[in-house]
């Protein structure tokens, strides 16, 4: 079997082209793990944006200038020279955009392994765990392509709304209603926030997006209003309000931060607007905080334990897995792209932001057997 990598032009995302090299022998401890299926979304895109400085690149490492973005997906073993974990087994986790991965598991247990190879010591935690399909609650082999594509996403969704509810919407509810915005409302991370939002009181939810995605985003319905980009001079300039921006858009930001008078708190989640980040020097209002969902984690854990959190979060999943996948009119339409062709049709498109929001694209490197 050959290898094959997608490396992407660090300083230039659009260009892309297939490694190809023989697999290496692995070392004592170590497994190989043929990469069956992983999911791309503008989450992925981020990490290459951000791939130097968020150190991103770091994970999977490649040639000069070159880089292998991490995705979430799933592979199975096909060979181990590591006591515990025998082929065939199959693991949920952050992978390379590979046909295969090479890692070096410790601290093993029923549910899986951290990774730990040396170069990965310093990353974070939450992206060297590898999760046992088949004890993992989460997973169901029916919705494993929602899975790969929405869990990460998810998880994050869900951590948003918990954390804005934890810290009492930072005031913005204290006087009744107050105006929560999401930017790029369209993409899924948005919608699992949407989607809980919606249940609280005293809350206006307005989607913020492009105007070709403002019909998907009024059909998701938990959006009370649904702006374009340029109609943000619509929104109650006096409302006690909050700014959860996906888009990362600094002139978006700008404007919405001169605009809202009475912002009370504005967070900042994530960079779909790729072409458009910039910084948020003498921004008016609240200085922007970045979200780390790991604090979140790491907070509730302390106050609820572990097994309450995870079991909190397992019961909205399975709430929010169950909508995506039911049989008629799914919001969600999964999208299968095999080969390398396929590979780099698919990124370009997830790339140029023009995609069909509700699409959710399932990748593979894997080769026919010959
Ligand atoms: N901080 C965290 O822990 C964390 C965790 C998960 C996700 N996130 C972030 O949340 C964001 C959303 O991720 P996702 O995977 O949910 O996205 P997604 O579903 O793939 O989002 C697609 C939407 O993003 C916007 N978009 C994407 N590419 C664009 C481009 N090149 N130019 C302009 N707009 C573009 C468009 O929305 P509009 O037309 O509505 O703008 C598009 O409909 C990402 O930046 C991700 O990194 C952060």
Known sequence: MRVLDF???????????????????IGEGQIRLRVEKFALTANNITYAAFGEAMHYWGFYPAEAGWGRIPVWGFASVIESRCPGIEPGERFYGYYPMSNEGVLQPKRLSPTGFMEGAEHRATLHAVYNNYVRCV??????????????????????????????????????????????????????TAYGTAFQLARRMGIELVGLT?????????????YRRVLAYDQLARLDRDAASI???????????????????????????????????????NLPGPRPVLFFAPAQIKKRSTEWGAEVLGQRLLESWREFIRITCRPTDPWLLI??????DAVTAAYARVLSGRDDPRRGRMLSLVEPAA
């Not at 999208?335 to 390398?340: F, K, N, S, T």
Request: aromatic letters at 8%.
């Open 7 to 25: 490396l992407v032009k660090k300083d230039e995302l659009g260009a892309t082209r297939l490694g190809e090299s023989s697999p290496q022998p």
């Open 135 to 188: 004890t993992d609650p989460f997973h169901d082999p029916k919705t494993e392509d929602a899975e790969a594509i929405l869990r990460p996403l998810y998880t994050t969704s869900w951590l948003i709304d918990d954390f804005m509810a934890d810290n009492d919407f930072f005031g913005a509810t204290a006087a009744g209603t107050g105006l929560v915005m999401l930017s790029s409302a369209s993409s899924k």
């Open 210 to 222: 492009s105007a070709a995605n403002v019909a998907f985003c009024e059909s998701l319905g938990c």
């Open 243 to 281: 700014y959860i921006d996906f888009a990362g858009n600094a002139s978006l930001r700008r404007t919405i931060h001169g605009h809202c008078a009475n912002l009370k708190f504005s967070s900042s989640i994530g960079g779909t607007h790729v072409e458009q980040l910039g910084g948020a020097r």
């Open 335 to 340: 999208e299968h792209h095999r080969g390398a």
